[in-house]
């Protein structure tokens, strides 16, 4: 099989999903977030679902309305019922595809931090669910930054020509 076609039955069968994605890694914090992150968007990435995860991918959209007059049994109502039944094959397919997401996100978080899925689960709302996230574990505070300056002002050189001084003395 080529990954195009893995990627259709991906779609379809959950199984799949499994054999191609390892499960996620546990998200307990803001320490582990950029390494769950960048797993979580390189397993999307494989089986093609990170438009889907960072919510660029939309649901489909329905066919225009049958005009009014038109005969049911004319070739414009019959085309029109065709791509009424497309469209409902594909918004079945796409919820499927939300919810398998949106599961192995859930499946990702720490039972600490489960709760933070809450108000997404509803609507499967896997896109929505990673945004708050990224904006609450890759967030940086004023502590964080305050702390990395410390550390960089006060780090030490270790080379001949600088012997102690720190880069804050250089």
Same mark, same amino acid.
């Given at each position: $099989?080529?990954?195009?076609?893995?990627? $259709?039955? *991906?779609?379809?069968? =959950?199984?799949?999903? /499994? +054999?191609?994605?390892?499960? =996620?890694?546990?998200? &307990? /914090?803001?320490?582990?977030?950029?390494?769950?992150?960048?797993?979580?968007?390189?397993?999307?990435?494989?089986?093609?679902? $990170?438009?889907?995860?960072?919510?660029?991918?939309? +649901?489909?959209?329905?066919?225009?309305?049958? #005009?009014?007059?038109?005969?049911?049994?004319?070739?414009? *109502?019959?085309?029109?019922?065709?791509?009424?039944?497309?469209?409902?094959?594909?918004?079945?397919?796409? &919820?499927?595809?939300?919810?398998?997401?949106? *599961? !192995?996100?859930?499946?990702?978080?720490?039972?600490?931090?489960? !709760?933070?899925?809450?108000?997404?689960?509803?609507?499967?709302? %896997? *896109?929505? $669910?990673?945004?708050?996230?990224?904006?609450?574990?890759? %967030?940086?505070?004023? %502590?964080?930054?305050? +702390?990395? !300056? &410390? /550390?960089?002002?006060?780090?030490?050189?270790?080379? %001949?020509?600088? =012997?102690? #001084?720190?880069?804050?003395?250089?």
């Amino acid at each position: $099989l080529h990954l195009e076609s893995l990627h $259709l039955f *991906a779609v379809m069968d =959950p199984k799949v999903i /499994g +054999s191609l994605v390892k499960p =996620p890694p546990q998200l &307990r /914090g803001k320490d582990d977030y950029p390494t769950w992150s960048d797993t979580i968007r390189t397993d999307m990435t494989l089986i093609d679902l $990170l438009d889907l995860l960072e919510g660029r991918e939309e +649901s489909p959209v329905p066919p225009s309305p049958l #005009e009014e007059g038109v005969r049911s049994n004319s070739q414009q *109502a019959q085309r029109h019922a065709g791509e009424m039944r497309a469209y409902q094959e594909e918004v079945v397919k796409y &919820r499927k595809k939300k919810a398998q997401l949106f *599961a !192995y996100l859930y499946k990702g978080l720490h039972p600490s931090i489960q !709760y933070q899925a809450a108000k997404f689960k509803e609507e499967q709302d %896997a *896109a929505g $669910l990673w945004k708050q996230l990224k904006e609450q574990y890759s %967030a940086r505070t004023v %502590a964080d930054i305050v +702390s990395l !300056y &410390r /550390g960089v002002t006060t780090m030490r050189f270790r080379d %001949a020509d600088h =012997p102690a #001084e720190t880069v804050a003395e250089y």
